[in-house]
């Protein structure tokens, strides 16, 4: 008598238990709206709201509080690409998004294929990544003061030149200060990336090392076969993180290129002083309108170059 009892149990089992997850799943699915829509609320009235703000706005004249927006069409957009202060922030950013990159990125590719084998990486890594925890106001202060110009009284750049009988040289004139600028960023956000980029070479098991070893693998050839291949997914959104960064670039050269004064010179600036100097900047009547038509050019190149970026990178995922 009691095989038919055991039969029905066993055959009532799997029903209770598939009633027992899709009650789960209904709980899950009724507990999703109450937590998305405070997200929600907060990514419109945060982000949506003001973004469409900013483009409504760019098409306008607006001089701030107290003053009405009046529709001017196209004006800003056309006055904007025309200024020469413009043409320079939109060339130096550009540097810094490629040369800035290009050099990052080389630099913690090859602090990537040291580090794996080095005993005490850890310990080198925390320290690669300490320029990362200071504020960029900081940072600047302190490069303005290692390439300073004074004769008698040089920065630490300039008397190390004078000291091997090289000629000082004025490393934070308007001409230079982009690419001291942009070595500045290479050395300060190197250790970031080094960092993303080793806990992506972590995850790869140690036996495909061990087999190029025995293989007699150079650095160059682990490198290029297996570990550039098994991060790619982690490269590409490291890219991602830099070009966004590398758009926004403000406190380091407003310190670096104009300490003391109302903006850097003009040759210096990138599009977030010139947003800046169209707003709070301004030594006459602040311009809203043309700020926020500069914002959205600011928006239209980063999605473009984050698209492009993502579309270059595109790879089928490699399993291991």
């Known amino acids: 008598m009691s095989a038919p009892t055991d039969t029905v149990a066993r055959a009532a089992g799997p029903g209770r238990a598939t009633g027992s997850r899709g009650g789960h799943l209904t709980r899950k699915r009724r507990l999703f ?42 004006d800003n957009y056309v006055q904007m690409w025309n200024n020469d202060s413009f043409q320079y922030s939109f060339q130096n950013t550009l540097i810094y998004v490629f040369a800035g990159g290009i050099g990052t990125f080389l630099l913690a590719f090859l602090f990537t294929m040291v580090l794996r084998d080095m005993r005490g990486g ?3 890594r925390a320290i690669l990544f300490f320029p ?28 190390m030149l ?14 230079n200060v982009t690419w001291v600028v942009t070595a500045s960023i290479i050395w300060a956000s190197s250790g970031f990336f080094i ?10 098991p140690p036996y495909l090392y061990e087999d190029a070893d025995l293989a007699g693998a150079s650095p160059w050839q682990k490198f290029r076969n297996i570990t550039l291949p098994l991060t790619w997914d982690v490269i590409g959104v490291a890219g991602v993180l830099w070009t966004i960064n590398a758009l926004k670039i403000f406190e380091l050269v407003f310190v670096l290129a ?39 050019a600011m928006i239209a190149l980063v999605s473009f170059l984050v698209v492009l970026l993502r579309r270059l990178m595109r790879r089928d995922v490699i399993q291991f």
């Open 33 to 74: 709206w109450p937590f998305m829509i405070p997200a929600l609320g907060l990514y419109l009235a945060f982000l949506v709201l003001p973004t469409l703000a900013t483009v409504v706005l760019s098409f306008t004249k607006w001089a701030g509080s107290g003053d009405t927006p009046e529709p001017n069409g196209v």
């Open 162 to 175: 004078e000291h091997v009988g090289a000629s000082a040289a004025k490393f934070l004139d308007p001409a």
């Open 132 to 159: 990362n925890i200071v504020a960029p106001v900081a940072l600047g202060m302190f490069l303005g003061f290692v390439f300073k110009y004074q004769p008698g009284k040089q920065g630490l750049a300039n008397f």
């Open 195 to 204: 960092t993303i980029l080793m806990a992506a070479v972590d995850r790869i």
């Open 122 to 124: 850890k310990a080198i």
């Open 258 to 296: 104009g300490p003391g004064t109302y903006s850097p010179p003009n040759q210096a600036w990138t599009l977030g002083i010139y947003v800046f100097d169209r707003t709070f900047g301004s030594n006459g009547t602040p311009d809203f309108g043309a700020a926020c038509a500069c914002a959205v």
